[in-house]
């Protein structure tokens, strides 16, 4: 079955960096586009990146654009989230999606359709 499991979650400081890995087992990156998600405590769930099934082609949030990248090991089935510059904002639990729709655009955004398949998540705590 479809299955993905985060990982590379931790404490960083401002500033710092940290790559999240997102392991992808029961189809290939070819199949499901997958997307990175993000929840505070007490916020709503957002979307950050995404990375397509087709091309890879690759979308950020506006927040994150600049910081964070996207990429994906076909070879390893594995997506990942390197994130630079991080700021106290960034702390959430991070989380990976994917589905038949994921990274598709609808209404101005990438994130809105399309994830059926969630991970665990893997916190991200940005502090000094």
């Known amino acids: 079955q479809v299955q993905l499991v985060e990982s590379g979650g931790g404490l960083v400081q401002p500033g710092g960096s940290l790559r999240l890995s997102c392991a992808a087992s029961?189809?290939?990156?070819?199949?499901?586009?997958i997307g990175w998600f993000r929840q505070a405590p007490g916020k709503e769930r957002e979307g950050v990146s995404c990375i397509t099934k087709s091309v890879g082609s690759t979308y950020y949030a506006d927040s994150v654009k600049g910081r964070f990248t996207i990429s994906r090991d076909t070879a390893e089935n594995t997506v990942y989230l390197q994130m630079n510059s991080l700021k106290p904002e960034d702390t959430a639990v991070y989380y990976c999606?994917?589905?038949?729709?994921?990274?598709?655009?609808?209404?101005?955004?990438?994130?809105?359709?399309?994830?059926?398949?969630w991970g665990q998540g893997t916190q991200v705590t940005v502090s000094s």
């Open positions: 029961g189809f290939t990156l070819d199949v499901y586009s």
């Open positions: 999606a994917t589905g038949a729709w994921a990274c598709t655009s609808y209404s101005g955004s990438y994130f809105r359709i399309g994830y059926d398949y």
